[in-house]
Structure formats: C-alpha cells, structure tokens
C-alpha cells in the first residue's frame, strides 16, 4: 500500500512538472513565424513599406533626439514603469538591425520578442502591431533595410529593479488573458478603419485606459486615458456622437475639432507624422470606422 502511495505522488509530481514544463515552454519559447518570409529589394515592396511605417507612426518613437527625420532612435520615453529608449531601426550593423531578416521582424513587431528570444518592453507597442498582416510587417522590414545606415546608440531601459525583460513573459500572458475578440464589419471601409485603427496607428496605446499593470482594459476600448499628468480624451462612440465623418477626417488632417479648437500635445505629433500624411481613403477609413455609430454619417 504504502509503495503504492509513494508511486502516485511520483505520478502526480511528474505531471505537475510536465504541466509547469509546457507552461514554461510555452511562455519563453519563441512562437513560430513563416520561415518562408523573406525581406524584398523590389521597389514595390519598399514603397509599401514606406507607406505602412507612416501609418504606424514609427517615426514619433524611433527619430532621434536631433535628427527628427531619420530611425536613429534615441528618444526617451517616459512611462509609470520606467524609461525607455526607442532603437536605433536603419540597417546599422553595430548600432542598429543591420542583420535582420523576415523572421526578425515578425517576432518584433507581431510577438515582441528579440533575435535573441527574450522580450521586448510594451513600450514599444507590438500588441497593436500583432494584429497586422504577415506581409505588411515584411514589407515594413524591407523598407527599414533599404535606407541609409546610421550608427547611434542608444541608452538601456531604465526600469526598477524587479522588472526585467523576462518579466513580459507573465505580463504577455495575463495581457493574451484579458483580450477580446473583435466583431468583424461587413463594411470593408470600416474594416480597414478598424486595422488602421488598431493595429498600424495603435490609437489604443493612448485613447483606452490600462490597469495597474499597464495592460490596456479592451473592455474600454478608446474610453480615455491618463498619460502622467495628461488627461487624453474618450474616442469612443459616446465621446463621437457629436462628430460626423467629415469632422474626423478633417482633425485627422488638420487638428482642427468641430468647436474649432486645434490639438495639443500628443496628438499633434500622430497627425503630423501619422494621419496627415496617409491617403485621403485611409483617413476616410478611420474616420468611419471611429463615427460608425453615428447616424448623422447617413446624411453625408
Ligand atoms: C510608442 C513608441 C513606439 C512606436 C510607435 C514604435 N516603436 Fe519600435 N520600439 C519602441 C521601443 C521603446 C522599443 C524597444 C523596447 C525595448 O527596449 O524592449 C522598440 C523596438 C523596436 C524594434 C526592435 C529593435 C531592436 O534593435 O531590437 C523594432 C524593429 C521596432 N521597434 C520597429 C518599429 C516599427 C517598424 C514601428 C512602426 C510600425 C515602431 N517600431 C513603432 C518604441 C516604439
Ligand atoms: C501618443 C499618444 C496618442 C496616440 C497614439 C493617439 N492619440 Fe489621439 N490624442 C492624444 C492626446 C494627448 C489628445 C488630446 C489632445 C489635445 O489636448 O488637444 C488626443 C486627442 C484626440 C482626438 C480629439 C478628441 C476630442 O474630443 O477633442 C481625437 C479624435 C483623436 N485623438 C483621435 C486619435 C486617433 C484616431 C488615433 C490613432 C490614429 C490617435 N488619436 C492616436 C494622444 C494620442
């Protein structure tokens, strides 16, 4: 009996250490990717890219602190968690990605994970940029490897000392816990506003409200945010009612509001870098994505 006994606590520790094993597993080992992607030199692919680095407003995080027109990084961005420093992302052998391939990428920007397996910090927003299709982030990659090389480099994280990079490992996992699934728009219009939205212009980074954690609160979605001591406005239906189309599309362009006031602050910057320079249909896109609840739309 009693040697029966030792055995099935054996048996329950080898599964429970089977169990933790997998769990572990799956939190540290990087996702599979296509290996199949491959970076293009094709003009097609590049000038792609170029349009989708606009849209996802890379530049507002990754041009320098003097060279505002290039990738060579070196902002500070400061956070509830610590300082960050966005990378130097030209093809700089040393001091940048010159070494990139697809794959790289895609582990980048879709799962947040370094060449070398470990995690990046959510200051860079790569939950937004999961969302995007395994083409565009490639031809992202293929755009960011035909500029010019710079070499800059760039300050480490600064964070408290309990946070390190593995720690996203957990933090991935209760942020995979506490999101939701999307309806999808039979509009394709709205649809498209939805991936520009969400995914490329990650207008969610600012406009929904984290938890303490730092993880966005999907549930409100746009609901409005506190950034340190900005207040950031809802950009919700409730908070859209009032604007049709046409006003967003005119913001998004401009920053001028319907009580004509302009944008301040942050927003500035996204519509400098970002909305303004998309294409006329991509901001239609947001902007009906962003006033689809509002009936006003019909009248236009
Ligand atoms: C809100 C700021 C922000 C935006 C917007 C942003 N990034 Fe980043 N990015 C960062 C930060 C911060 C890091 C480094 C995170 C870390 O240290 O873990 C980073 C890291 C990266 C890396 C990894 C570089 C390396 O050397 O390991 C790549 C590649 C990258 N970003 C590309 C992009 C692209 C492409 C876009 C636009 C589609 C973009 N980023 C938009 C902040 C940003
Ligand atoms: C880096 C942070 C940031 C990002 C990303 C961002 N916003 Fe904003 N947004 C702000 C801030 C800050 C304000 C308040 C500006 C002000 O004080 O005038 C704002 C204001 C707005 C307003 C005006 C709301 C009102 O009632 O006056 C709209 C509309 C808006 N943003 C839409 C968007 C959309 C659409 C996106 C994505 C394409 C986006 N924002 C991405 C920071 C951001």
């Known amino acids: 009996m009693a040697q029966l006994a030792i055995s099935k606590a054996r048996l329950f520790l080898i599964a429970a250490a089977v169990?933790?094993?997998s769990i572990a597993l799956r939190l540290f080992l990087p996702p599979s990717v296509s290996s199949s992607a491959q970076l293009s030199t094709s003009d097609e692919a590049i000038e792609r890219g170029e349009y989708l680095v606009i849209a996802g407003g890379c530049i507002s995080c990754h041009r320098g602190e003097e060279d505002e027109e290039s990738f060579v990084?070196?902002?500070?961005?400061?956070?509830?968690?610590?300082?960050?420093?966005?990378?130097?992302?030209?093809?700089?052998?040393?001091?940048?990605?010159?070494?990139?391939?697809?794959?790289?990428?895609?582990?980048?920007?879709?799962?947040?994970r370094t060449p070398g397996g470990s995690f990046y910090y959510p200051a860079f927003p790569f939950r937004a940029y999961a969302g995007l299709s395994d083409q565009d982030v490639v031809d992202i990659g293929s755009y960011l490897m035909s500029l010019d090389p710079i070499?800059?480099?760039v300050p480490a994280a600064q964070t408290p000392p309990?946070?390190?990079?593995?720690?996203?490992?957990g933090w991935n996992l209760m942020a995979d816990i506490s999101e939701v699934e999307y309806e999808a728009f039979d509009d394709d219009l709205v649809e498209r506003g939805a991936y520009l939205a969400r995914n490329l212009g990650h207008c969610s980074e600012c406009h929904t409200p984290r938890n303490s954690l730092g993880i966005l609160d999907a549930r409100r979605e746009f609901a409005g945010a506190t950034l340190g001591e900005d207040v950031i406005e809802a950009i919700d239906a409730a908070a859209m009612e009032e604007w049709t189309a046409?006003?967003?599309?005119?913001?998004?362009?401009?920053?001028?509001?319907?009580?004509?006031?302009?944008?301040?602050?942050?927003?500035?910057?996204?519509?400098?870098?970002?909305t303004s320079k998309i294409s006329d249909e991509d901001r239609a896109a947001l902007a009906a994505f962003f006033t689809r609840h509002n009936a006003s739309n019909d009248a236009q």
């Open 19 to 21: 169990v933790l094993l």
């Open 73 to 112: 990084g070196g902002l500070a961005l400061e956070t509830d968690f610590g300082t960050f420093f966005a990378p130097n992302i030209t093809p700089d052998m040393e001091t940048g990605i010159g070494s990139w391939q697809a794959e790289d990428f895609l582990l980048a920007l879709k799962h947040g």
């Open 246 to 274: 046409f006003d967003l599309d005119l913001f998004l362009l401009l920053g001028l509001k319907p009580d004509g006031d302009f944008a301040g602050g942050d927003m500035n910057d996204v519509i400098e870098h970002n």
């Open 151 to 153: 070499a800059n480099s």
């Open 162 to 169: 309990w946070l390190n990079r593995w720690a996203m490992a």
